[in-house]
């Protein structure tokens, strides 16, 4: 063999041990800053100001899709709302767990934008890392239905996210969603809650006391976090302005406002998914 072939074989070696060491398909493409087109959206600081709690309520207040929880659309198949099972997350390839994602371009891309950021909070602080899907079968298809609602956990095949245009395009509301495709339920339906919380049944509206059933949770040794972005505020479902939960440490806290992944929320990832 001559050195300069000898040499093209051991690079390519080389490259190929390397990319094994990745084993994700060589087509993925992480989504990065440059996926940003940087437009910044009239109010655009309102975007990481507004609390996920609210909007969502607001968004699905004439939802005609079937849901659970008030933004956990049901599955097709029985029971798989638990979520407990390995299928139910994504799969883990060395580091890191690529979720494959793709946008409608029913989104303009400013609207993109808030979207992508949004994900990319998830690779500052996790292991979870988007990918532009190309031809897996199991993605989050993220589009303009009616409400801000997402499944529970890895579904197969495309998986819809929908985030409505007027009304769920915030940082908050873009995370709350995700972290239902990645396995994640409301805090305050958590296995515990009944430590923590009082359900004011009085003040639900009728025909939404199933929002509040409590949940057979994994919560991986964090604590109850009233400031999750996964957790309803006060007011939730209320049919008279009264509060319909309540922090039993002290009723007059007021909660559920999260703007930004808390670092339990961050933790949680991180623990189910061994990052
Ligand atoms: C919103 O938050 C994201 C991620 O933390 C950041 O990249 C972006 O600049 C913020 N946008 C505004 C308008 O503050
Ligand atoms: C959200 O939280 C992350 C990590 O905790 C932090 O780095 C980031 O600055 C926060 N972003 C906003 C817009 O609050």
Partial sequence: MKPTILLLVLLSMTAAALSASISTPAVDR?????????????GSADT????????????NADSKTPLLYGDIKAPSTKNAVLCTSSTCRWPK???YVYVPVAISSQYTPTEQDIIIR???????????????????RDYLYFFSGDGCWSLLGRQTGGQYVSLKK?????????QHEVLHALGFHHEQVRSDRDQYVQILYQNILSGQESNFQ??????????????????Y????????????????????????????????????????YQC
């Fill in 30 to 42: 992480v989504i990065d800053k440059s996926d940003i087109s940087g437009i910044m959206a009239k």
């Fill in 48 to 59: 990481n100001k507004t609390d996920a709690s609210e909007a969502i309520s607001k968004a």
């Fill in 93 to 95: 390839y060395d580091r």
């Fill in 118 to 136: 949004a994900l990319l909070t998830f690779h500052q602080s996790t292991c979870i890392r988007f990918v532009w899907r190309t031809t897996h």
């Fill in 166 to 174: 007027a009304g769920c395009l915030f940082q908050s509301t873009v």
């Fill in 214 to 231: 409590k949940t057979a949770t994994n919560n991986l040794g964090t604590p109850y976090d009233f400031n999750s972005v996964m957790h």
């Fill in 233 to 272: 505020n006060k007011y939730a479902f209320s049919k008279n302005g009264q509060p319909t939960i309540l922090a039993k440490s002290n009723p007059n806290l007021d909660f559920g406002r999260a703007t930004n992944l808390s670092a339990n929320d961050i933790a949680r990832v991180n623990r189910l």
